[in-house]
């Protein structure tokens, strides 16, 4: 009987397959690692065939250690990075040129020129910001956009497509809002004066269809079952949901690459200063908006750290900090991809100050911890002061980051409330699989509130006094 579903994250450098019985368990899972490559300073990209082989294959080894088959599954749901660029052509499925990562940013000036044209939900992130720059580099791109021989989507929709052996050409508001094509404020659709103003054709790009709901199958030739696809969500919006934050003012922070809060806004839009409206997700005709804020830098400063040789692992930061727990006046900016929210300033990168001689490892990573820490707490207390949503007693958290015990610490310490981490920490991934499996009826709706389990609970060990001295400490040091 298929009583198991199978979630596929494809984020910014590996893939998770994660595959949960009918209770929710994680069964089994399996990952595997890609390469990003960087033509030139600012500029990220992705093979798009090489993110396919290594998805396929880490599907295939989660079957097996979940010991299924294909045939036992009942669905499949898929989240990932968004707003990354793949093209390919109709007919063959071929991917053309490489994918152009969600960091990279060579589209800054072209993000300014349409946000004085009136696209004030663009920035420089958005594929609308970089794809008249992709299409043109094809060679005749533009003519064979027009003759509807190429089709555009992020890797959600690259997945889908590849999976259903081109039958399925679509995906969700949630992904579609952060490419800054979808009008999801006044008209529910890709832009038509952005789209007329690029010269692009509706046809190009994929169909929006809901969060939840099966859209289409696999080709069976392809895993050696016919398996719908009930899911398609953003990866941030998939870790919301998993941390079953229904309800509006509650929040997450995923600590990956770099550190997103998402807060549940409702059935409004909310604004924040450096932070962003979005659609979290939609089903049965019911959409649930949020704003996001993001620390850019969070969990890859511990990768960072570790290809300096400052740090063994990026685990290791867990130890040295344990071993010595002061800075010794040392402070950290962790800004180097620039400086998020809510500041918004994409050529201000890290620093750290109160070096000297007696500055040992030790205490750089120590300062490292409480840098990510405190900006964190800067950008949620931002977004909470200028959306005047509630604020939460307890703030989730997730992520691969979030598994060091002293990060999650001292970030209950900084914040001066709960910091509460779910099992598992691949959030994104049992979003989507609990998505999908609703879906195909294996749970009822918004089965993340009785499913969702805590791995571990951290309350703030820090004084009033001390936390506001440290925090403002920190801040005038960077002249924030």
Not at 166 to 180: L, Q, V
Not at 378 to 390: A, H, N
Request: aromatic share 8%.
């Amino acid at each position: 009987m298929n009583r198991y579903i199978l979630a596929i994250d494809a984020g910014t450098t590996n893939v998770q397959a994660m595959v949960l019985d009918e209770s929710g368990r994680v069964k089994g899972k399996a990952s595997g690692t890609f390469l990003l490559t960087y033509p030139s300073p600012g500029l990220v990209e992705q093979d798009p065939e090489s993110l396919w082989h290594i998805t396929l294959d880490t599907v295939k080894t989660a079957l097996l250690s979940s010991r299924i088959k294909a045939r036992d599954l009942a669905g499949i749901g898929i989240t990932g990075q968004r707003t990354t660029i793949v093209v390919w052509e109709r007919d063959s499925g071929r991917s053309l040129g490489p994918a152009v990562v969600w960091q990279d940013q060579r589209g800054k000036q072209r993000a300014k020129e349409l946000i004085e044209k009136g696209f004030v939900t663009l920035n420089s992130l958005a594929a609308a910001s970089k794809m008249e720059q992709v299409v043109d580099s094809l060679p005749n791109g533009y003519q064979r956009v027009q003759n509807n021989e190429l089709a555009w989507g992020n890797v959600d929709s690259f997945l889908a497509w590849r999976l259903s052996g081109g039958a399925i050409h679509a995906t969700d508001a949630s992904n579609a809002c952060a490419t800054g094509y979808f009008d999801f404020i006044k008209e529910w659709k890709w832009s038509d004066s952005l789209l007329e103003l690029q010269h692009l054709p509706a046809s190009f790009f994929p169909e929006v269809v809901e969060t939840v709901g099966i859209m289409g199958h696999t080709d069976p030739d392809l895993l050696g079952a016919k398996i719908p696809i009930g899911a398609i969500i953003g990866d941030q919006q998939s870790a919301l949901y998993a941390q079953a934050c229904l309800e509006v003012g509650m929040a997450k922070i995923s600590y990956g690459t770099s550190g997103t809060c998402n807060v549940n806004t409702g059935s409004r839009l909310k604004r924040a200063v450096g932070a962003y409206p979005s659609v979290a997700w939609t089903r049965g005709g019911e959409k649930t908006f949020l704003l996001e804020g993001m620390v850019i830098t969070a969990g890859a400063v511990f990768g960072w750290l570790t290809r300096l040789g400052i740090l063994d692992t990026s685990s290791q930061a867990t130890s040295f900090g344990r071993e010595r727990t002061d800075a010794h006046g040392v402070s950290f900016l962790p800004a180097l991809q620039g400086l998020g929210t809510p500041h918004s300033i994409h050529d201000r990168f890290g620093a750290f100050e109160g070096l000297t001689l007696a500055t040992s490892k030790e205490h750089i990573v120590s300062a490292a911890i409480e840098g990510v820490a405190f900006r964190v707490r800067e950008m949620v207390d931002r977004i909470y002061r200028d959306s005047t949503l509630p604020r939460p007693d307890t703030l989730r958290v997730d992520g691969g980051a979030a598994e060091n015990d002293l990060l999650m610490q001292i970030q209950s310490n900084v914040m001066g409330c709960a910091i509460e981490r779910m099992e598992p920490t691949e959030a994104t991934a049992y979003g989507a699989a609990l998505l999908a499996g609703e879906a195909c009826g294996i749970w009822g709706p918004y089965s993340s509130a009785a499913l969702r389990r805590v791995d571990a609970r951290f309350e703030p060990q820090w004084s009033d006094s001390e936390r506001e001295e440290r925090f403002g400490h920190w801040k005038s040091v960077f002249g924030l």
